[in-house]
């Protein structure tokens, strides 16, 4: 059975930094494109990042380019997210998914496997 379990979300001051973490199992975690979404209140579920099955390439929205950092440790079979000099308007439930195909695909229909999310608070 598949688990994608992320942590790490809280309340943070504008300016701020938070890092996510996700932790997937039953699954072969190296052989997955992993993601992160994003839903805030009354709004669509949004890609925020995504990385390759080896970690070597990244990609981003471009609302956080240069702020958020995508990593993964395949040996832990955890995906992060390092999201620095936060603003309220990242605020929103933050969720990682699996994708089983070597693409980054910015489509939440896409992916196969997600989390429950977790709650991120930013406050002016």
């Known amino acids: 059975q598949v688990q994608v379990a992320e942590s790490g979300g809280g309340l943070v001051q504008a300016g701020g930094s938070l890092r996510l973490s996700c932790a997937a199992s039953g699954l072969t975690f190296g052989s997955y494109t992993m993601g992160w979404f994003r839903q805030a209140p009354g709004k669509e579920r949004e890609f925020v990042a995504a990385?390759?099955?080896?970690?070597?390439?990244?990609y981003y929205v471009d609302s956080v380019k240069g702020r958020f950092t995508i990593s993964r440790d395949n040996a832990k079979n955890t995906v992060y997210l390092q999201m620095n000099s936060l603003r309220p308007e990242d605020t929103a439930v933050y969720y990682c998914?699996?994708?089983?195909?070597?693409?980054?695909?910015?489509?939440?229909?896409?992916?196969?496997?997600w989390g429950q999310g977790t709650q991120v608070t930013v406050s002016s």
């Open positions: 990385i390759s099955r080896s970690g070597g390439s990244t």
């Open positions: 998914a699996a994708d089983r195909t070597p693409y980054y695909h910015t489509a939440s229909y896409n992916y196969d496997y």
